[in-house]
């Protein structure tokens, strides 16, 4: 009763019911607003759209139903060790009041000289993880990755699509391109939630019609090490593209008994 009671209260401020926003709880809503580990100034921002089915296909009526995943790749073309800014700002519905927690914290991505990095789904997903104390289970989410850098990026977008069950069946790769904004990045918070701490929940939540009764997975390891409920355990998800035994040592897997 009490996490019901906590998503219902979530909902009413987002003011949108739309599965494209995020559901937070009051307690949230003093997000961090003083613990910051250090500024970043940056110059360049770079907005790359980010399309995620994650613990289910698409199935929200947004899109075609199926399965999608972006990859967002940025380089450091100068010969100089650089600190960025990125954030997730999620896609809502057209019309609704903003929520406050529809735009993540900043976190810190470092670059070394001609290096360069690749941002998954699942990367994508653990910015929402924690804020506050809180995680979400994302099933499907669509948005932004929002880049902030000191200096101009090499930054792209790759896209692939297929049906539910199969291989790929369609893949597009976009530049992203610069914008000038000057501004100072506060990245935070300075203090890191220990694995398997916090309060976790579900977006769409459990039984909701986003799902067309369909049980959803949920998700655990990654990075962040998600815990399983008891009585569970965690191990690859098959229909992801990241596979364990050939170096993804971070993937994410799902609880099964």
């Known amino acids: 009763m009490k996490r019901h009671n906590m998503i219902k209260l979530l909902s009413l401020l987002l003011g949108s019911g739309c599965w494209s926003g995020l559901i937070g709880t009051q307690s949230i809503a003093q997000a961090e607003t003083t ?52 954030k997730v700002a ?7 009041e903003p929520g406050p927690f529809d735009v993540t914290p900043f976190k810190k991505i470092v670059l070394q000289p001609d290096g360069a990095v690749g941002v998954n789904c699942f990367d994508i997903a653990g910015y929402f993880c924690p804020i506050d104390g809180v995680c979400v289970d994302f099933a499907f989410l669509e948005g932004f990755l ?9 930054v792209a977008g ?24 000057e501004e100072s990045v506060k990245l935070g918070p300075a203090e890191p939630t220990k694995a398997g701490e916090g309060k ?33 355990k965690c191990v690859d998800d098959p229909s ?14 799902i609880c099964v008994k």
Do not use: W
Not at 46 to 67: E, F, N
Not at 90 to 96: D, H, R, V
Not at 146 to 154: A, E, G, I, R, T
Not at 160 to 172: F, K, L, Y
């Open 35 to 86: 613990k910051y580990s250090e500024t970043v100034k940056t110059e360049y921002q770079y907005g790359a759209k980010v399309t995620c089915s994650l613990l289910l296909p698409h199935q929200d009526g947004a899109l075609a139903r199926g399965t999608y995943r972006t990859v967002v790749n940025i380089h450091n073309p100068t010969n100089k060790k650089i600190t960025l800014a990125a």
């Open 90 to 96: 999620l896609a809502t519905q057209f019309g609704s």
């Open 146 to 154: 929002v880049v902030k850098s000191p200096v101009p990026l090499d």
């Open 158 to 181: 790759v896209y692939t699509a297929r049906h539910s069950e199969g291989e790929v069946e369609s893949i597009d790769v976009e530049t992203i391109q610069p914008r000038r904004v």
């Open 200 to 232: 976790r929940m579900d977006y769409p939540p459990k039984g909701s019609p986003a799902y067309h009764d369909q049980k959803p997975k949920q998700m655990c390891g990654g990075i962040a090490a998600f815990p399983c409920p008891e009585g569970m």
């Open 240 to 253: 992801d593209n990241c596979d364990p035994a050939k170096g993804g040592a971070d993937c994410a897997g």
